[in-house]
């Protein structure tokens, strides 16, 4: 099946910094999708990404994916406590999505 | 309505017992995929449903575990005989479908399995 790397595994920053996190893939995609995950809770949907070089936002969030459509990317500016959970990517071909193994944010005040 | 709901949350049983998880899916959903989640690990896929059928159970890791949807709404996970290793969360998710590339999916809160 599909593989993906997804870098780093752990990530802590000071609150107020930014955070990135990266998705890779050796084959071309169709599309991508990004969920949150916070501690002791369910991925809850993001964003799906179609489009080559395709940018999206929502509010301190920004999602990329790149133009050969290998890699895809989440950036938050200025995070907030709130912000603390694992982020996964999920790709797929056809119906079978196959999840990295996320990113996990932790923030400190 | 309602998201997608699973029973029980917790589960503990000894090895060698045999456990049914539940999962309703939202009303609607033709798509209906079951996960399992390790510690520190992201989802892992074990098999979907497209109303009644199970079109891919590939990813099962043994004849042990068994799905079904026979309704084409609520499903159940079975794993007979369970061992150590079968501890982890088991997520359900629905979506809109069929799809044609991924569509977005609806996670239950899981049940969290403990064989000892």
């Known amino acids: 099946g599909q593989q993906v790397m997804q870098i780093p595994q752990y990530q802590h920053v000071q609150e107020g910094e930014d955070f990135t996190t990266y998705c890779n893939s050796s084959t071309t995609l169709s599309n991508i999708q990004w969920y949150k995950q916070r501690p002791g809770g369910h991925p809850v949907f993001l964003i799906q990404l179609v489009k080559s070089g395709e940018v999206k936002k929502q509010k301190r969030l920004t999602f990329q994916f790149g133009e050969a459509k290998k890699n895809s990317s989440l950036h938050i500016t200025a995070t907030q406590t709130t912000d603390v959970g694992t982020y996964f990517c999920?790709?797929?071909?056809?119906?079978?999505?196959?999840f990295g193994r996320g990113t996990s944010l932790i923030v400190h005040p | 309505g309602a998201g997608v709901s699973q029973s029980p949350r917790y589960k503990v049983a000894k090895r060698g017992q045999d456990v049914a998880l539940r999962c309703d899916p939202i009303s609607g959903h033709v798509s209906l995929f079951w996960y399992q989640q390790a510690l520190g690990q992201g989802p892992e896929f074990l098999t979907y449903?497209?109303?009644?059928?199970?079109?891919?159970k590939s990813g099962l890791p043994s004849d042990r575990f068994f799905a079904e949807r026979p309704e084409g709404s609520v499903s159940t996970l079975k794993i007979q005989r369970t061992q150590q290793e079968d501890s982890a969360v088991y997520l359900c998710?629905?979506?809109?479908?069929?799809?044609?590339?991924?569509?977005?999916?609806?996670f239950g809160p899981g049940t969290r399995l403990t064989v000892t």
């Open positions: 998710a629905s979506s809109l479908g069929p799809p044609a590339g991924l569509y977005e999916q609806y």
């Open positions: 999920a790709v797929g071909r056809s119906y079978i999505p196959t």
């Open positions: 449903f497209q109303n009644e059928a199970q079109l891919d």
